[in-house]
């Protein structure tokens, strides 16, 4: 008999509205995430910690570990801490940097993962990549999937700001993203997995046509179930091409040319959204992503977070060394330096001041 429909790696549970956290000792108790109720939490120093005093009561079986940062060195010890405790799962209960220490240090020692983030800065809170610093800069290493996504609103609100409005460049980049990939395939024959394609992309136009912002819960809602697909997209289709093109290898080189002066992810990848709209040749879609991403309070100019132009040439030219083997409209143009600069110009005076 014919094989009928897939299997798609989710999470078993996802939990986004006010108030999700004073229920998670309910979604812990659930049998297919800890059967005997013994945890490892990881949680950073600060608002993890305010987060350890309000939820340890309701979690008598759970062991708290503090991370430090964000690191490949972090993730190791986390995982080497936790090694002899015999715990059900992994907690990670925090920022992105948490949540991908907490991701990798459960795939190292063969738990599943709960996240429990306490911002929106990107899709990272339920993908199948952790992304950590190491000696080389950054890496992105595969791990599975959580098993479950509890996401309190609440909570998220008395994030900083700019945290959330880096999740929504973030989640808008899937657009560009989907775009790179059809063109890999046009031009290349790169096969494109059609479900992960349509889930990057209306994740990203649904927080695109929000009329909403970030105070409002509505507009949180449909950012977080964004990110929550984004990341389930990815695991679709095995890699990161639903949601990563020619936006993130922008936002890479950004990392890596200049590593002290980077933005967050989101805010480069936004930015590197509507650019890489515009070199498509798409210059009312661009237009219409950089307005989007100006009501946010987002960047849609490099000056805008501390690059000269100049810089940014230097940035564009080298985001293809960044992801070899992607194709993008970067590599399909691989334009010169002062093209590069020219149609920036036209980009500047497109969007307006």
Avoid at 38 to 44: E, F, I, W
Avoid at 164 to 172: P, Q, T
Avoid at 249 to 258: K, Y
Avoid at 265 to 278: K, N, P, S, V
Wanted: proline letters at 6%; aromatic letters at 6%; charged letters at 20%.
């Amino acid at each position: 008999m014919p094989l009928l429909t897939r299997l798609i790696p989710s999470p078993v549970v996802v939990d986004i509205r006010p108030g999700a956290l004073d229920d998670l000792a309910g979604v812990l108790a659930d049998e297919r995430i800890a059967q005997s109720g013994r945890l490892a939490v990881a949680v950073s120093g600060g608002s993890g910690a305010r987060l350890r005093e309000r939820l340890g009561p309701s979690l008598p079986g759970a062991a708290w570990f503090e991370v430090g940062g964000g690191t490949l060195d972090d993730a190791i010890r986390l995982a080497g801490d936790m090694k002899s405790g015999h715990y059900d799962a992994v907690v990670g209960l925090g920022g992105g940097k948490i949540i991908d220490c907490a991701k990798f240090a459960a795939a190292r020692v063969g738990l599943p993962l709960v996240a429990v983030p306490t911002n929106l800065a990107h899709d990272g809170l339920c993908s199948p990549v952790a992304t950590l610093d190491n000696d080389a800069g950054r890496g992105s290493y595969g791990v599975p999937n959580p098993i479950a996504v509890v996401i309190d609103l609440d909570v998220i609100r008395e994030a900083p700001a700019r945290f959330v409005r880096a999740g929504i460049g973030d989640a808008i980049s899937n657009i560009n993203a989907v775009a790179d990939w059809e063109l890999s395939n046009r031009v290349n024959g790169e096969k494109i997995d059609g479900l992960a394609a349509a889930m990057a992309r209306q994740a990203g136009e649904a927080v695109l046509r929000h009329p909403g912002g970030i105070g409002d819960n509505d507009f949180l809602q449909v950012l977080a179930e964004a990110l929550v697909l984004s990341g389930i997209s990815m695991s679709i289709s095995g890699d990161s091409r639903p949601s990563s093109g020619s936006c993130h290898e922008i936002n890479h080189a950004f990392d890596l040319l200049f590593p002290k002066r980077a933005a967050a992810h989101g805010e480069q990848c936004g930015f590197g959204a509507a650019f890489a709209t515009y070199l498509r040749g798409a210059h009312e879609e661009a237009v219409h992503t950089a307005g989007v991403l100006r009501r946010h309070g987002l960047p849609v100019l490099p000056e805008e977070f501390g690059f000269t132009v100049d810089e940014f040439v230097r940035v564009v030219e080298f985001a293809p060394e960044t992801r070899p083997g992607r194709y993008t409209i970067l590599e399909h143009l691989a334009l010169k330096p002062n093209q590069i600069k020219d149609i920036y110009a036209d980009y500047v005076k497109a969007i307006g001041s």
